[in-house]
């Protein structure tokens, strides 16, 4: 099984302010990665798919990159809403195993 | 408009069974693979199994030991997930979510889940 390692495991930032998060696969899995956000009691949220493809209606300020083993999620210019709990997840072979969650929040 | 709607948590106790249910509305649900996320109170999300659009293939968490059953009616716009000898860490919030997909090339494509019901929680406890 491929294990997804995010880092940091969490993370606190100012609105207005940039973040990286990053999620490092066991092996090489292409572009087959995916970011999701997470409120708690809400459902899921997709962001980015294929490492770097913004989801529709998702803000620009939301950006993805990386391929094979190494992959970023930027959030540029936070916003109130953007503190959540971020999830990277791979595609490439099952079981489509998520990274352990990094925690954003308010400084 | 789009929508998940999963329903059937409960508390059971160890050793008992459950089944839950998500309906689907406001896409063509046949055309869709579907999948269930599990959230283990403190724990993040962790993939539970999936099923093809025609059920011809079902795929689990190695860590289930044969124990969960995923199935569809695609005539009901409806996914199941059969959870038996249930165990304390079975305990989650059980989510359901469409598996969207952008060809790559050939047979290959990027799966990602594009829709999330908003879950159902299974409690097992003595």
């Known amino acids: 099984d491929i294990q997804m390692t995010q880092s940091p495991s969490s993370l606190s930032a100012s609105v207005g302010g940039r973040v990286t998060i990053t999620c490092r696969a066991s092996?090489?899995?292409?572009?087959?990665l995916n970011w999701y956000q997470h409120k708690a009691g809400k459902a899921p949220k997709l962001l980015i798919y294929?490492?770097?493809s913004l989801q529709s209606g998702v803000p620009s300020r939301f950006s993805g990159s990386g391929s094979g083993t190494d992959f970023t999620l930027t959030i540029s210019s936070l916003q109130p809403e953007d503190f959540a709990t971020y999830y990277c997840?791979?595609?490439?072979?099952?079981?489509?195993?998520f990274g352990q969650g990094t925690k954003l929040e308010i400084k | 408009e789009v929508q998940l709607v999963e329903s059937g948590g409960g508390l059971v106790k160890p050793g008992g069974s459950l089944r839950l249910s998500c309906t689907a509305s406001?896409?063509?649900?046949?055309?869709?693979?579907m999948t269930w996320v599990r959230q283990a109170p403190g724990t993040g999300l962790e993939w539970v199994s999936s099923?093809?659009?025609?059920?011809?293939?079902?795929y689990y968490a190695e860590s289930l030991e044969g124990r969960f059953t995923i199935s569809r009616d695609n005539a009901k716009n409806s996914l199941y997930l059969q959870m038996n000898s249930l165990r304390a860490e079975d305990t989650a919030v059980y989510y359901c979510?469409?598996?969207?997909?952008?060809?790559?090339?050939?047979?290959?494509?990027?799966?990602?889940?594009?829709?999330w019901g908003k879950g159902t929680t299974v409690t097992v406890s003595s």
């Open positions: 979510a469409r598996d969207n997909r952008i060809a790559v090339a050939g047979n290959y494509y990027y799966y990602h889940m594009d829709v």
């Open positions: 406001g896409f063509t649900f046949s055309s869709f693979s």
């Open positions: 099923i093809s659009s025609t059920s011809n293939y079902m």
């Open positions: 092996q090489s899995i292409s572009r087959y």
């Open positions: 294929a490492a770097s």
């Open positions: 997840q791979q595609s490439y072979s099952i079981p489509h195993s």
